[in-house]
């Protein structure tokens, strides 16, 4: 999430490059894999839309069905909503 935010807001570098370079780093061997999927889904949600990336996680781990998000961001609750419905 930190290298997200310094990339987005310090470098100025566009969300579908951080999204492609941040998945081929997660793609090298040796990578705690708990977690891959759901960091790789997340990136590719961040690359589409103008979530801010924890939303994007929140957003992963509800497609994938790890729990129900509740939040006071409205393109989060439309895409959950468009999601579900």
Known sequence: MECVYVLQRFYKVPRDAIAATLSALLAYKGQDASNLDLFRASLGVYSMTKLDFVDCI???????????????????????DKQTG
């Open 58 to 80: 929140l957003y992963a781990r509800a497609k994938a069905g790890e729990g129900k998000v509740v939040s006071f961001d409205e393109r989060l609750i439309k895409m959950l």
